[in-house]
């Protein structure tokens, strides 16, 4: 079979690669961004191996529409081979035994069962050279931000990634590999590129997807300034959250009534594509730091790479349904242009606010994720509660400084609602489920209901999103549609 993929991030490299690797099946793998080869070839820009901070160097600088406090809001995604984890944090979290329980209840299927999904995890975990920072590793700021956490009340994690694990604090593990971002680029790509099963069109950006009667057959693409056609036997998409149901819209495929006042032809309706956007609203704390934490680092600096993040605290709320609804995220370290950041990232993992992604005359497209609109305000007093437990931790830490942001004195309920930011993680947007006039876009196996020939492949098909950070989740569910496609897993 000749399986055309959109987009080469989490989730469509660990599809791509999966099913390259069967020996069965010959894919051609379009990606917006430039492909950069083998890690071994050496062509990797450093600033996108580097592990120390998050770069900014390939990015479709998308922005939400909502702007909050009427302020520019940067939805950071990459446009590169291996997408978003080609640039982010790497902590590596598999999500609560309950997010894949919510799962099956959307789809009416039991594949996606938490015992069923371990076994995947552990696999993609090998393939990602996952590890645990051992102490020598742990920086000033995360080790005296964990001892300050254990004043919280909070276990210290007994394993992480333990999918029944609820409150507790610790280092979660991470893909960083002798401070190099172990990518899905490498990890599932590199070892199928010279099988002659895998092609790679790269700087080459999907933008409509080929229908024949009820049947997709490929996908129009721009390269290099021309039109191009990729015909295959099934076309997966695999474009991220925001990219996959934009390419659905752009084919007509939606809900009619938003495609007819955005001019857009409709040619097979589901209401729910763009729809049911989420991710971790978060508010951000910053902390004026100390001569004394920065010297610290610095000595640290000299023999070991000064990572960011690693640590987290995972919180419940009073408002909690799920097993944890927060994580408390502290950050710190010396930016690019030699200034200090020390923050605490406050993020709900299991908000209820739901966004949408609007299609717009001309082309374009309207993301609004709607943070903080759910009825009665509990994903605000989740947030608060969230920020009062940063709080006592910063107290607790006696190098960090004052709060400079927001400050003791804000109106915390209208400076979360204005200056909130995201935790990076949008889900939701083609979500799996059993019924389409309901919202469901696939189905349990990522099928496009009503379209054969039709998958999806990334964060998007998350009915809800994992309470926890999302990579590894949609790795797991690129690298298990595959094999459920080949006839395994
Ligand atoms: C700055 C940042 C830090 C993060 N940190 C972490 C972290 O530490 N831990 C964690 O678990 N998660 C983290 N995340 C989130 C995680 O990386 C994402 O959830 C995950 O990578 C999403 O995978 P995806 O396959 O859905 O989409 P993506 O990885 O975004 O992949 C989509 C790919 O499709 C391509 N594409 C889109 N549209 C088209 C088109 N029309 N034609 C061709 N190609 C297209 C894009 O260029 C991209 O390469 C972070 C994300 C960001 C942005």
Redesign the pocket.
Known sequence: MRVVV???????AAFAGTLAASGRHHVVL????PDYGPFDGGGWPAELLQTAS?PRTHD?ELENEDRPGGRRYEL??????????A???????RGLAGDFDGWCAATGSDSWRADAVLPDFLAIERRLRLRDYPPEEIPPFQARAFDAAMTLGLPATGNFNDLDEGPAVGFCPVNKVGGTRWNCAFAFLDPVRDTGRLEILDR????QILLERRRAVGVR?TRAGRDIEVTGDLVVL????Y??P??LLASGIGPPAALDAAGIASCHALPGVGHNLQDHPSALLRFAGSPALEQAMLRFGQTAVPYEEGLIVKARSSLATTAIDLHLVPCGGRQPDGSWNWEILVALVAARARGLIEPLPGGRFAIRHRHFTDPGDRDLAAVLEGIALARRLAAAFPDLGDEVSPGPDAGLAAWVRDRHVHY????GTCAMGRDPAAGAVTDAEGRVHGLAGLMVA???IMPTVVA?????A?IML?YRLARRLMGVG
């Open positions: 959109v987009g080469s991030g989490s989730g469509g379009l990606e917006a961004g998050l479709w950071g995604r990459a446009k590169v081979i291996g997408g978003c984890s640039h982010n944090g790497c902590s590596a979290v080459c950006e999907a933008t693409a695999a474009g991220g959250a990219g996959s934009m390419l990076w993680h949008p889900a990334d964060a998007s926890a950070n999302t990579n590894l949609t690129g």
